[in-house]
């Protein structure tokens, strides 16, 4: 039943991006948002559409997963992109009393569907190819330098590991009790909202029973061995920056500059 | 009438590269009054094959027949097919994390209601399926949350057994209790199919309980049907059911090792008593050969 929630799915695979260091990843995702925001002509999008087909080419991954991503985001885009197109002064091409359309309001409008389709499909392409765990220590090493100004880097990346961790643990569990509960006879689909809300108490109470006495079980576990923060902690596999990693931020930094140059140019 | 499987197959995540064939090519049938064991090592399949009996999921391919009715074919009205699905009662492993309500009456009337009973009807329901599980009835106004862990499995069996399904599928309903714990469910259990007549499915991987209390067992192995026959038959195979990890029951084991010793004793003995009786048989019998001698 809930087994095809998407976000942070991760989809194994052996591809360049798969086995690029996550700090690559998440400075590349940086850098193309950054360039996403700088662009503001024909030119620059096409570049921006071109290299982030050029990434998912590359992760060998199937396109309906990025589409999948998008679903849940259709409506905002769509409404973005309505009110752009509605809202934009200019040329008017159409009108029906009051409201108008513009031919610059329709050219942002497609700009806007196009860039946050792009934001979405490069965040994907993101979860889809690292592991959560190792996305969290490449938040965690990038974080480090912030130490000094008091951001608890571990302490952060150790909490949504867990919460990373514990995700799939839940929706198990979930999926567990809805069907010990439906093998009772509950429905969950049927009648008005208020009958509705009532049908989820049944679910709610033992998953947050459970949820509870997981947590309070892990901290016993995590202080029975030893844990004690971050300090003086070692990790059983270091992340290596390799050439292919240069390489990658090599082709971020050219990617933002292209975008600049885009904007001055033309 | 029967529970029939027919040529079932299930994938989880079809499609995906996470994709896992659980169950391929599983025909069998369950008859009324039965009490039928299934065995089978971690992730041979029988808990995907137990929550299709009951209409949790629908399998990939293949058809379960309850009473003749196919439950997932979508030409028969819905509420038939629900009717159909909750006469199989689902007891799943550790079922005391579904308990919700503020007390253990409340609890147990949920089926009941769900299947349409009033507050009246729902509640008499439930005090008889606590007497059925052995539940004193002083325990219908406490919050289920305050019991014992044993008690807490009565009161979720219970929830099960007072919706009156013909069919009541117990998956490792022993897990994590204590030996005693475990004899007195068992024993309920067996109570339940002689005197009320429920068809009772048994998933364990405890060979010891599936050979005490099941007319027919079946071992399934990586979600096919490996074996299907009575105790007796079954344990027959007891090199094969070694190599598949899962053992032979302890007093089959002893027989087996007297034979081995030399002993003139049968080894199709699953039960503790018979194994007994077999034991001092073949005892006196050698006590007489030597007194002869």
Known sequence: MLRDVTIGQYLPGNSLLHRLDPRSKINGVLFFMISLFVINNMVGYWLMVISAVGMILLSRIPLKYFLKGIKPLLLIIILTVILQALMTPGEIIWQWKFLHVTKEGLIQALFMGTRLVLLVSITSLLTLTTTPIVLTEGIEKMLNPFKVIGVPAHELAMMMTIALRFIPTLIEETDKIMKAQAARGADFESGNLIKRVNALIPILVPLFLSALKRAEDLATAMEARGYHGGEGRTRLKELHFAGKDYGAFGMAVILLLAAIATRVLF | ?293
């Not at chain 2, 896992?20 to 009490?35: C, M, P, Q, R, Y």
């Not at chain 2, 499995?153 to 204590?178: F, H, N, Q, S, W």
């Not at chain 2, 030996?179 to 469910?185: A, C, D, F, L, V």
């Open chain 2, 1 to 293: 009438m029967p529970l029939e499987v027919k040529n079932v197959e299930y994938t989880y995540s079809p499609n995906t590269p996470n994709a896992s064939v659980a169950l391929k090519g599983v025909d069998l049938t369950i008859d009324e009054g039965e009490f039928v064991g299934i065995i089978g090592h971690t992730g041979s399949g029988k808990s995907t094959l137990v929550q299709l009996l009951c209409g949790l999921m629908e399998p990939s391919e293949g058809q379960i027949l309850i009473d003749g009715v196919d439950i997932n074919n979508k030409e028969t009205p819905k509420d038939i097919r629900k009717k159909l699905r909750l006469q199989v009662g689902m007891v799943f492993q550790y079922p005391e994390h579904q308990l919700f309500e503020e007390t253990v009456l409340k609890d147990i009337c949920f089926g009941p209601k769900n299947l349409g009973f009033n507050e009246e009807e729902a509640k008499k329901l439930a005090k008889d399926a606590m007497k059925k599980v052995g539940l004193p009835l002083k325990y219908a106004e406490e919050s289920p949350f305050d019991l014992s862990g044993g008690q807490k499995r009565r009161v979720a069996i219970a929830g099960v057994l007072a919706m009156k399904p013909k069919y009541l599928i117990l998956d490792e309903p022993t897990a994590g209790l204590d030996p005693q714990g475990r004899e007195e469910i068992l024993a309920q259990v067996q109570q339940m199919q002689k005197e009320l007549g429920i068809t009772i499915i048994l998933v364990s991987h405890s060979m010891d309980d599936v050979a005490r209390f099941a007319d027919r067992i079946i071992v399934m192995n990586k979600g096919e049907k490996y074996l299907e026959g009575t105790p007796r038959e079954i344990f027959a195979h007891d090199e094969e059911l070694i190599s598949l990890g899962l053992g032979i029951p302890q007093v089959t084991q002893i027989l087996k090792r007297l034979q081995k010793e030399g002993w003139a004793v049968r080894t199709d003995i699953v039960e503790l008593d018979a194994a007994k009786e077999e034991i001092l048989k073949a005892w006196r019998a050698r006590k007489g050969g030597n007194n002869h001698a």
